[in-house]
């Protein structure tokens, strides 16, 4: 079973910076790798919906970023460490959420529904 482990949250002023990361485990118990899987960051505020943010497959290098973060996130990947990366740049308000990362096989989607393991979120809390 994969394990993720999220990190890098905190509070920030608006227009500030956060990193994210996201440690993957456990990826080769069941005969894969991490080129295997593409890795997803989720974020759900209160009262909302989970909704996806940004996602690296490491199998074609794709990359997915919802249109309320492209041109301030950035997501890459250490596959030597098997790690995620989430750099978030003028973050707003409205990003305050719990941020979780999440892997599927293979290729990226913004569908929660299609990965099939999760981190236990960190917060990411953006003060106006």
């Known amino acids: 079973e994969v394990q993720l482990q999220a990190s890098g949250g905190g509070l920030v002023q608006a227009g500030g910076s956060l990193r994210l990361s996201c440690a993957a485990s456990?990826?080769?118990?069941?005969?894969?790798?991490?080129?295997?899987?593409?890795i997803g960051w989720f974020r759900q505020a209160p009262g909302k919906e989970r909704e996806g943010v940004s996602c690296i497959s490491s199998r074609d290098g794709s990359t997915y970023y919802a249109d309320s973060v492209e041109g301030r996130f950035t997501i890459d990947s250490d596959n030597a460490k098997n790690t995620v990366y989430l750099q978030m740049n003028s973050l707003k308000p409205e990003d305050t959420a719990v941020y979780y990362c999440a892997a599927a096989y293979y290729y990226c989607s913004s569908d929660p529904s299609l990965f099939s393991s999760w981190g236990q979120g960190t917060q990411v809390t953006v003060s106006s």
């Open positions: 456990g990826l080769t118990s069941m005969g894969f790798t991490f080129d295997d899987y593409a």
